[in-house]
């Protein structure tokens, strides 16, 4: 019997046109969204590089900001960038637009394809994921009795006896002369033990073991998998745009750095959350009063419609992206803050000093320990907290999309091509924006003449504009801001608080004789590296003593 050899040849006419049609269909989606958009008079910096843009020369300045604030001081609170592929990117850090991105237009501008892609890979199908109001409005829905304010004040006793054990351990290695400390390793050790007491009831165990499966999958991750990415990728991901979702979903498969260094993480991950999950899923009928993190939202789940619930898929990665945000974010914060202190010694003497006090008035009244009271009032600690968010926001841009032609209003006008001043910026449907989370925190007219300074005490002498009412604390960016803005910005608050304030009282940070330039590398999460042994991934050495 004769075999019918039914193989599509590359020269089969089939082929031919099927590659044409694609090619077609990809280029036309290209013109449209790159060369009739409602941009082309807003001015930014040349393009060099046709296919690859300018936007990734943001990844590869030497520390956060270099290039931002630059642009800021030259074009204004708006710019127009060039993405890979030629597709054009609105910059903006102006209050006004900020506040009607992320207040007004309340879902109207979702996460861009590659921005969502990329928070699947880090955290799976979790809060940080969902693409769509309706997606991300369930999850909220279901993780809100989680993060009350009177839920997350209850965590301050965990928060403080995990920073008492790393003052222990800190106490033990530290010489009398004083000794080097990687403070940023140390740190995002504690808070992932603080996440898994707080979120799971279950220790980790990362401060008593510095090779700790959870705690080296997280180490450098964002470095690792994030840093100076190659321009191929950069391509790449471009054409996410045009990808159906079946194929956007396996891009975690690709055995590249890129993708490769998320998927083993989470894979770590998921064996102790599954685990976790059932554990607690089992205990529901028994067990009402737990308040851990993960027991509130598994009771929040269980008793919402089913079409509103939560799938296992779901609860799992809800307790990535929550470990992730939870240590990750705050000890890098904590890091830089402590980084600061060792550059502002004054500051420093001014805070231990006023912590000190505070611990004389706990002992007079015959409590143990500091309350929320008590630390919320701790004026250059809190001024600290603010001005180190504001200075150091781990975050830096984010990236959104217009779903509809809109308008976009600006508090200070900028200066088009033609030389028009204008106070408002239409786009189209579909335009990629790109909110400058650090450019925004560093508006003179906002934040004063100082603005690149670090100077808590602005805080203190009241010396900033809140005209525009923007981000969720102290009117920041730093936790995003509106309906998308980071539901666990309180948890880190009280975290910060716990641990800052036993840290400074129990010792003085200065920077190593040897002064190494500590750079603030663009990494998904700005992370510090040392200048020069970039080799050796995050680091932040301070020389630490004990008072």
């Known amino acids: 019997m004769a075999v019918i050899d039914y193989t599509l040849h590359a020269s089969s006419p089939l082929v031919l046109l099927a590659c044409t049609v694609c090619v077609a269909v990809l280029a036309f989606r290209w013109y449209s969204s790159s060369s009739h958009g409602s941009i082309a008079h807003i001015r930014g910096p040349p393009v060099n590089n046709p296919i690859l843009g300018n936007i990734r020369d943001f990844s590869y300045q030497e520390n956060v900001g270099d290039l931002d604030f630059a642009y800021m001081k030259e074009y204004g609170t708006a710019w127009r960038l060039k993405s890979s592929l030629g597709k054009s990117v609105l910059m903006v850090a102006d209050p006004k637009a900020l506040q009607h991105i992320f207040h007004k237009s309340g879902y109207l501008y979702p996460k861009t394809t590659p921005s969502t892609v990329r928070s699947f890979l880090v955290t799976g199908k979790s809060i940080l994921w969902a693409p769509d109001g309706n997606t991300h409005s369930r999850h909220r829905k279901i993780m809100n009795p989680a993060f009350s304010a009177p839920q997350l004040r209850s965590f301050l006793t965990l928060f403080r006896k995990s920073s008492s054990r790393l003052c222990q351990l800190w106490r033990e290695e530290i010489s009398p002369e004083g000794s080097i400390v990687l403070v940023n390793k140390w740190l995002a050790r504690t808070t992932l033990d603080v996440i898994g007491e707080a979120a799971f009831d279950f220790d980790f165990g990362a401060m008593q073991d510095n090779q700790n499966e959870l705690s080296v999958a997280y180490d450098n991750m964002f470095t690792d998998a994030t840093l100076h990415t190659s321009p191929w990728n950069a391509i790449f991901e471009a054409l996410w745009d045009y990808l159906p979702d079946g194929i956007l979903k396996q891009v975690q498969h690709i055995p590249t750095r890129e993708y490769a260094r998320f998927k083993q993480t989470l894979r770590v991950f998921a064996k102790y959350s599954k685990r976790l999950i059932a554990q607690k899923s089992s205990d529901l009928v028994s067990d009402t009063h737990s308040k851990d993190v993960m027991s509130v939202l598994v009771r929040a789940n269980a008793a919402e419609d089913a079409g509103r619930k939560l799938n296992d898929e779901e609860m799992v990665s809800q307790m990535a992206a929550l470990t992730l945000a939870g240590h990750e974010t705050t000890a890098n914060t904590i890091s830089w803050l402590l980084y600061e202190l060792a550059k502002h010694p004054d500051f420093h003497e001014k805070m231990h000093a006023e912590i000190v006090a505070k611990r004389a008035e706990v002992v007079a009244r015959g409590d143990e320990d500091f309350t929320m009271e008590d630390l919320e009032s701790l004026e250059y600690m809190q001024a600290a907290i603010k001005e180190t968010l504001r200075y150091h926001p781990i975050a830096f841009h984010l990236n959104r999309m217009a779903s ?42 906002i934040w004063g003449a100082d603005a690149h300074e670090w100077n808590p005490m602005r805080y203190i002498e009241n010396r900033t504009d809140a005209q525009v009412r923007v981000g969720m604390y102290a009117n920041l960016m730093t936790f995003s801001a509106g309906v998308r803005g980071c539901i666990g910005w309180r948890f880190s608050l009280i975290e910060m608080q716990a641990i800052i304030s036993d840290l400074v009282e129990n010792f003085r940070f200065a920077l190593p004789k040897d002064r190494p330039e500590v750079l603030r590398v663009p990494a998904a999460v700005m992370a510090p590296m040392i200048k020069g042994r970039m080799e050796e991934g995050a680091k932040l050495p301070l020389h630490v003593t004990v008072y």
């Open 404 to 445: 509809q032609d809109d308008v976009l209003p600006l508090a200070y006008p900028v200066v088009t091509t033609t030389g028009e001043k204008v106070t408002e910026i239409p786009v189209r449907k579909g335009q990629a924006i790109m909110p400058n989370l650090a450019a925004y925190n560093r508006i003179p007219e």
